[in-house]
């Protein structure tokens, strides 16, 4: 039996220069040549400062098990990022998100994974609060994990073979502007 994709679940594909070219199918997208696409990477921080990482599930085709970010998606066409982190943050963290902040807008990276998947993405990146406690997808993410933003520059600097690519290179860029000061109240 051959299971069909969602016809809705299209990725936005992009010129050299960062403007939407096409379309193609999620599914089909990330390959050894993986074209520039949009897509998004999310912060999740609670009431109390602690930003949300999680473990990506071991079945995910691209750095299964890897720690990174709270969650990553990809805009549908013509939907906004914001719209899109809030679908994403449902589906894969059972859980609302309120206050998106963004804090690297033109984020862009490409990045080979060890079976030489390429991920090419222009990926703003956003920040936001939330009150739940996270449900997560299996399927997108193994296990989370609260931490302090020291944690996460501990981790950073002692163990980044255990974290995604993207998220090194988007601490790196977020701790270079400051910009962990937009979530201050």
């Known amino acids: ?9 299209l990725v936005v594909l992009l010129d050299d220069d960062g403007r939407p070219s096409g379309t193609a199918p999620r ?7 993986t074209p520039l696409h949009l897509a998004f990477s999310c912060y999740v921080f609670d009431a109390a400062g602690r930003l949300l990482l999680t473990r990506r599930a071991v079945t995910k085709p691209t750095w299964p098990g890897v720690w990174t970010n709270s ?8 939907e906004e990022s914001v719209d899109a982190l809030h679908r994403y943050a449902r589906h894969e963290l059972g859980m609302a998100v309120l206050e998106p902040v963004c804090l690297l807008p033109s ?3 490409r ?3 060890a079976g030489g998947i390429v991920e090419n993405e222009l990926c703003p990146v956003y920040a936001v609060r939330c009150t739940d406690e996270p449900v997560l997808n299996p399927d997108e993410a193994a296990e989370s994990r ?6 996460l520059r501990a981790a950073v600097s002692s163990a980044p073979w255990a974290l995604s690519p993207w998220l090194l290179e988007q601490v790196a860029e977020i701790e270079a502007v400051d910009g962990w000061t937009a979530l201050r109240p």
């Open 71 to 78: 969650f990553c998606g990809h805009p549908r066409p013509g």
């Open 146 to 151: 609260w931490v302090e933003l020291a944690e």
């Open 107 to 109: 984020f862009r990276y």
């Open 1 to 9: 039996m051959v299971v069909q994709a969602d016809p809705a679940d």
């Open 111 to 113: 990045a080979v994974d």
């Open 27 to 33: 599914a089909t997208v990330h390959s050894t040549d």
